[in-house]
Nanobody, 122 residues
Framework: QVQLVESGGGLVQAGGSLRLSCAAS????????MGWFRQAPGQEREFVAA????????DYADSVKGRFTVSRDNARNTVFLQMNSLKPEDTAVYYC???????????????WGQGTQVTVSS
């Protein structure tokens, strides 16, 4: 099992920035990919960003490209999501995810965190 714990959510004005963190524990050796999903009220969960185990490759949803940056610190088993130029439509619960495969991290993550609320006011 892998446990994921997010932190860093909150309330911010449009145009502002937030940085989310996610600490992994447990069977972390099984993690090849880490990333983030989000779920807005009344909507399905959607992919936001992912990063490979060595940080050499990153992927982003079109809606966040150029504004969000995903990174990881393997020494601390932690992944980050730097969110800049936030918009009201970024308001959602953000979930940290991990997976052993690329298809998993994009569509069916193996593990999920409990989520952290991000609210962007206009």
């Amino acid at each position: 099992q892998v446990q994921l714990v997010e932190s860093g959510g909150g309330l911010v004005q449009a145009g502002g920035s937030l940085r989310l963190s996610c600490a992994a524990s447990g069977r972390t050796f099984s993690i090849n990919f880490m990333g983030w999903f989000r779920q807005a009220p009344g909507q399905e969960r959607e992919f936001v960003a992912a990063i490979t185990s060595n940080g050499g490759r990153t992927d982003y949803a079109d809606s966040v490209k150029g504004r969000f940056t995903v990174s990881r610190d393997n020494a601390r088993n932690t992944v980050f999501l730097q969110m800049n130029s936030l918009k009201p439509e970024d308001t959602a619960v953000y979930y940290c995810v991990s997976s052993a495969s690329y298809s998993g991290i994009r569509y069916r993550p193996d593990y999920w965190g409990q989520g952290t609320q991000v609210t962007v006011s206009s």
